[in-house]
């Protein structure tokens, strides 16, 4: 029986190697793949493990344009802080497309927090105001700092960022308290040595912790969402005409961030229109006949060029990321090939 | 960043530990689980991968009775075989359900191979008659020699195996050639040393290809159905009292090998009700409304006793496996134990 040579990449590995330029980079080929048609997403699978103890998801499509397809098994474990184990665990599988052998197991965790930090600060890229200063960023978890360190790499314009917690100011602090050093450990660009270049970025941006979203809304131009909120804490009437926001942290039935009625006049961009229609940001809107699907735009169309995305200073924009698979194996394409270069990871036979 | 040991079991390490009774007691271990509502299964994914060419399918779910959730991804590739490699290829990923850390990867070709025997075997072993002497094989492919000798193991009556192929007859004559060294691959118990008592087994019995089903029907008391047909080749009017089916091979929609008529008179047992009627051998008989799901049973129920199976020598009993994760994850459980009691396995940090 022949034994087919597979690839491991740990998460050690994995921060090794990417670093948020070049995931950016995986994650905005991975929409324009879709929109392409070069890349399909097969049906989510989305399941308790223990009522509100643990769940899992399991992401899986298809990319002919690199001959690749796969999965990704993501668990949450709430009650794992408590043991000192991470509560985001998860494996993503590779597989080759001209022959249907595996290529790769890789570990999701840190792969999970980088293509998703890419994704929010994608929004942002194509939809902010071109001068943006301001960023609010709703949510004070580990996948927060992942969003802050992607859009202010992402967005040079920005020098502010509000850290706001809609239950816990006190989280809020304790962020701002260490943000910087959190930032710090994240990787903007390999070819940066020492890091130099991005300890500068991070040291000419102000994060300044807040307790009243309206009024740092004033002030703001630019949001990301990322709570576990399961009803909106943004109100429709504390958002100022130009406004974008990246919404990230929906990504279940019955969760939301930010009023429905936002949608009403914004203009809506999701990476996949049956995902967040159904678990997304945007089921809210849907649900309540805000907005109907013609109202929303993968962001894929906006990458290649086949669709405007803001048309003015005064536009409200939405991007929706419940996060798709094809995120996931861009991502893994890049370690696998920069794995075999550098000579990373383990090779296993199996 | 802690790393996570999880075990990697190649092809080879699967072959050394599993053998038909262990097998056999993990798939019965799986139905009875979920009948005891101890497990339970997640929705079926199954895409094309290239029309007619590349599929593959993932299976994934929960087993509480034994603390694990996971999934297997098996791809088939027809044209694999030109090159020298399987057609079938695939990874199972085992996760403890205490802290959602995975716990190993393990190739799934073997395994799959002979749960999939293993299934055809219980069938068999609940439900065809006491003293079945004669058994008839249709298919002749990789799978046929599993389901052969899977038989042959938990039905010490056989004494005859009819191996028939519904569209070759020579495909039926070569395996009649082969299956003796085939089965002499497999082990049946690996208490038993050198194999020596399954080689004796496997003389006793005759291998005999046919190609009139009708005829060799007159005599059989036992069918496998092992082809990947997609229109009956199996007629009701062929079959007599007292005869038991298996039918392995219908998986997907439109697959199907035995008259849907035979279901009318049959009692009728499947591995999972809602798999078994969208994408089995039972999905014609729901479809033309022979029958409806209240005819159906799952065999869990018949293992742990809640139902009866065969009242009578003259009673036809249907068999339906479309094959469930459970299964995969039974094995698997019992596959990663072994290995460590034996230290069999690559142990690596991801």
Redesign the interface.
């Known amino acids: ?4 040579p597979i690839k ?5 590995d994995v ?1 090794v190697i990417l670093d948020i330029r070049n995931t950016v980079a995986c994650v905005e080929n991975a929409y324009l793949l879709k929109a392409n048609n070069q890349a399909r997403l ?2 989510l ?1 989305s ?1 308790d ?2 009522e509100g103890k ?1 769940d ?1 998801d ?1 992401k ?1 499509g ?1 990319l002919n344009g690199e001959d690749t ?3 990704k ?1 993501v ?3 709430g009650e ?1 802080e408590k ?1 000192g ?2 509560p985001l ?3 993503t ?1 590779i ?1 080759d ?1 001209k ?4 290529k790769a ?1 890789i ?1 999701a965790r ?1 792969l999970t927090a980088m293509r998703t930090g890419a994704a929010g600060a994608i929004g942002i890229k194509y939809l902010s105001k071109t001068d943006s200063e301001v960023l609010l960023v709703a949510g004070t978890g580990f996948q927060a700092v992942f969003q802050i360190a992607a859009a202010i790499s992402v967005k040079p314009s920005l020098k502010k960022v509000y850290i706001y917690n809609p239950l816990r100011y006190q989280s809020a602090m304790k962020l701002q308290c260490s943000i910087k050093e959190e930032l710090g450990k994240i990787t903007n660009d390999i070819g940066d040595l020492g890091n130099c270049m991005w300890l500068q970025r991070i040291d000419s941006v102000d994060f300044i912790a807040v307790d009243n979203a309206a009024k740092a809304l004033e002030e703001t131009d630019t949001v990301i969402t990322i709570t576990p909120s399961r009803k909106a804490y943004i109100s429709n009437e504390w958002v100022m005409p130009g406004t974008h926001f990246s919404c990230i942290g929906a990504d279940m039935p019955g969760k939301q961030e930010i009023d429905e009625k936002i949608f009403e006049v914004a203009r809506v961009f999701v990476d996949d229109i049956h995902q967040a229609s159904s678990v997304g940001e945007t089921q809210t809107p849907i649900k309540s006949d805000i907005i109907d699907e013609k109202h929303i735009t993968e962001i894929g169309y906006l990458i290649n060029g086949t669709i405007k995305g803001r048309t003015s200073d005064k536009d409200i924009t939405i991007f929706d990321s419940t996060g798709i698979a094809l995120q996931d194996l861009t991502v893994s394409n890049f370690l696998i090939k920069k794995a075999e270069e550098l000579n990373i990871g ?1 090779a ?3």
């Open positions: 029986m022949n034994m087919i491991i990449l740990s998460d050690n921060k097969f049906p699978i399941e493990l223990s643990a899992m399991i899986s298809i397809f796969g999965l098994l668990a949450w474990f794992n043991q184990l991470p665990t998860g494996l599988m597989f497309l022959t249907g052998l595996p197991i570990n840190y383990t296993v036979y199996i």
